[in-house]
């Protein structure tokens, strides 16, 4: 059977006889034309008016697609059925940008209702994020469909800890099909945002592969903690996508434990210096792990549903 774009944008392919749907490019082409370009909009603008935004919707793919797949779970709302990701002791109080989805999704609501998937405004608005801020470009394919559940313990297993080591964060990216390589080019994203004072605490007062004269910086950043957690920029060009974070660590300035780690291990250390070196080698890998990143467990087909508010189930 011929792959063929219909009018709900669903793709086949013949397996065994079987037929099995799959992302494609072109999903919304016939049932959404305008999809990329109101998320490409809405998106632009967000990150026009606080380039941290950028950063966020990133970090809003890799929190989803971690847990479970890319299926849009994490922006569930908890409810007396539905255990949240959001409160997961890696999401709570830092995840951000539901309020730039909830504009996404009631746009293509308006345009064509009920088509587009909360799971596949969070991949293109992440790759519209990186480009809004300076760095590649990649094919996004589409087709994903949304949870109809979201798994808080799922989150705590799954996603990386500020505390973790090179080893344990090995381990976890290997569950999910990622090797050593792809840990590093996918860190990389912290080549944007920033990190709160909670998260770096464990680094700067207990780790030495940290230059010291960045320590006493971030130590008075972090050294009074009040109703909102002072903030430290994750690299010197934090609101540019380039490859300075991957320069920052080989001077032992990476501010989470989690980033410096990279570089205080010989399994990665050259790595990090090539992208150091190489920002059009780092920006073609990191839009290749980005696409495989996409491609997580996703929903397909009749699985889950299309969601009309990305923060709860239909009805």
């Not at 059977?1 to 392919?13: E, L």
């Not at 370009?37 to 809405?42: E, K, L, R, V």
Request: hydrophobic share 40%.
């Amino acid at each position: 059977m011929a792959s063929f774009s219909g009018i709900v944008g669903i793709v086949f392919s013949c397996i065994f006889g079987v037929a099995v749907a799959q992302l494609s490019s072109d999903f919304y082409a016939t049932s959404c034309p305008k999809a990329l370009s109101i998320i490409n909009d809405t998106v632009v603008k967000a990150v026009q008016k606080e380039l941290r935004m950028g950063a966020s919707l990133l970090r809003l793919q890799f929190h989803d697609c971690f847990v479970n797949g890319c299926d849009g779970s994490v922006l569930l709302d908890q409810t007396s059925n539905i255990t949240g990701e959001k409160d997961a002791l890696q999401n709570q109080n830092s995840l951000r940008g539901f309020e730039v989805v909830d504009d996404i999704k009631a746009e293509l609501e308006h345009a064509c209702p009920g088509v587009v998937s909360c799971a596949d405004i969070l991949t293109v608005a992440a790759r519209d994020s990186v480009v809004a801020l300076g760095g590649p470009s990649w094919a996004v394919e589409l087709g994903r469909r949304d949870s109809l559940n979201a798994s808080k313990e799922a989150a705590e297993k799954d996603l990386p800890v500020f505390s973790h080591d090179l080893e344990t964060l090995t381990a976890l990216f290997a569950r999910k099909g990622f090797n050593a390589s792809e840990l590093v080019i996918l860190s990389g994203g912290h080549t944007i945002g920033s990190a709160a004072c909670v998260t770096y605490r464990v680094h700067i007062y207990n780790d030495t592969y940290i230059d010291p004269v960045f320590r006493q910086s971030l130590q008075s950043i972090c050294k009074f903690r009040g109703p909102i957690d002072p903030l430290a920029a994750l690299d010197n060009t934090a609101d540019v996508f380039d490859n300075e974070f991957f320069k920052d660590l080989l001077h032992l300035k990476g501010v989470l434990r989690t980033d410096q780690v990279l570089y205080h291990n010989a399994t990665t250390d050259e790595l990090v210096k090539t992208y150091s070196n190489n920002s059009a080698l780092f920006f073609s890998d990191f839009g290749a792990a980005m696409v495989k990143l996409g491609k997580l467990d996703v929903l397909l087909g009749s699985q889950g549903q299309i969601r009309t508010n990305c923060r709860k189930v239909n009805e």
